[in-house]
């Protein structure tokens, strides 16, 4: 009589349970997709070295690194600023074979954030930085270091 119940119960759970899993032909859920703002620079290339040696009181490098972005967002802008609150001698950036965007004219690279490539919108492009030093002939001789950072964000 045990075995009874037991096959009983047994019958009566697959019984209810297939009844509850099968109880339709068809059946639905929803499946929702989420897109997150893209907003992505990468500078390739290696670090900067300007040596200003001559009586132009300058130096210039347009080949060491490149600037790449990817953005969904509309009406972005590229931003450039140092971290050197003091430097001695001037930095300037100009964004050169600008794809996907418009570039800025040259910029003095200071601790306040600049447009340096604008008009971005929806899009994977890039750039090259191309840098320049300058200083005066009564600066002594020396070094500033300045760490260099892109920024991409919504425009003004």
Request: net charge negative.
């Amino acid at each position: 009589m045990k075995k009874f119940i037991v096959l009983l119960s047994c019958v009566a759970f697959l019984l209810v349970t297939a009844g509850t899993v099968l109880a339709a032909d068809n059946d639905s859920h929803q499946v929702t997709v989420t897109v997150s703002a893209i907003n992505e620079v990468a500078i390739d290339g290696g670090n900067v070295t300007l040596t200003i040696n001559d009586e132009t009181l300058q130096a210039t490098d347009s080949t060491t690194a490149d600037l790449d972005w990817a953005t969904n967002g509309s009406a972005m802008v590229i931003t450039v600023e140092t971290d050197n609150v003091a430097p001695v001698y001037d930095l300037y950036v100009t964004a050169a074979n600008v794809t996907g965007g418009t570039a800025t004219a040259e910029r003095a690279i200071t601790t306040t954030a600049q447009n340096v490539v604008t008009a971005i919108t929806q899009t994977a492009g890039g750039c090259d930085l191309s840098y320049r030093a300058t200083a005066a002939i009564t600066d002594a001789p020396g070094s500033d270091v300045h760490n260099v950072t892109y920024t991409i964000t919504t425009g003004i």
